[in-house]
């Protein structure tokens, strides 16, 4: 008998799709290249394009190794790979991470992928720079999900690369913004997904 496990706003686990970000990609006019177009090269994986900096929802249940590898031959540049489980973003975002804090315009909120297990316990919350007026700062980690805010500064994009070192593995960031275009889509998806499942379950009745 097949097991299927929900979590406790419906979402099916079995087959649920994957996200892959790529890092430093179309950052100061290096390592260019077209997000949308590479998406529909991997149209047979049913990927959908986020914005321009590589994030990528896959829906199809695939091999992730296979996916990578495929995806490595068509980017033809290197670049750092981070990939999640669309339900690890989706629990997260029932978690509330941010709590009911306002957003502030000169405040942006991020979720950094790493690319591997990183260290062990860390103490939390952290800000980088220890010493003075922080530029970023990190209140959580759950699984290979980073959460925080930084500030909008020239500074920052030096102070993000200090959450390699500080975590032990290499983190992919992206605003949360980012992030729940990606729970969209997600979503969208599997409730197509559903409705399919019970338009066949009453033709088979």
């Known amino acids: 008998m097949e097991l299927i496990c929900r979590c406790n706003n419906g979402f099916d686990r079995r087959g649920m799709a994957f996200i892959v970000f790529l890092r430093g990609i179309n950052v100061g006019g290096y390592r260019t290249f077209r997000p949308s ?9 049913d990927v959908v394009n986020v914005g321009a900096a590589g994030t990528f929802v896959v829906r199809k249940p695939v091999s992730r190794a296979k996916f990578i590898a495929e995806l490595r031959r068509k980017l033809r540049i290197d670049a750092e790979v981070a990939l999640c489980e669309g339900r690890d973003l989706i629990q997260l975002e029932m978690e509330n991470p941010f709590g009911t804090e306002p957003s502030r315009p000169d405040v942006v909120r991020f979720v950094s992928i790493l690319s591997r297990a990183g260290r062990g316990k860390v103490r939390l919350p952290i800000a980088i720079p220890e010493d003075g007026e922080w530029f970023v700062r990190i209140m959580g980690l759950k699984n290979r999900l980073v959460f925080g805010v930084y500030r909008r500064h020239m500074k920052t994009i030096g102070y993000l690369g200090k959450i390699d070192e500080l975590l032990g593995a290499p983190a ?34």
């Open 37 to 45: 177009l590479l998406a529909r090269e991997m149209g047979a994986y």
């Open 172 to 205: 992919t960031t992206r605003s949360w913004n980012t992030i729940l275009s990606v729970l969209r889509i997600l979503k969208s998806t599997n409730h197509a997904a559903t409705g399919r499942s019970r338009f066949n379950h009453r033709k088979s009745i």
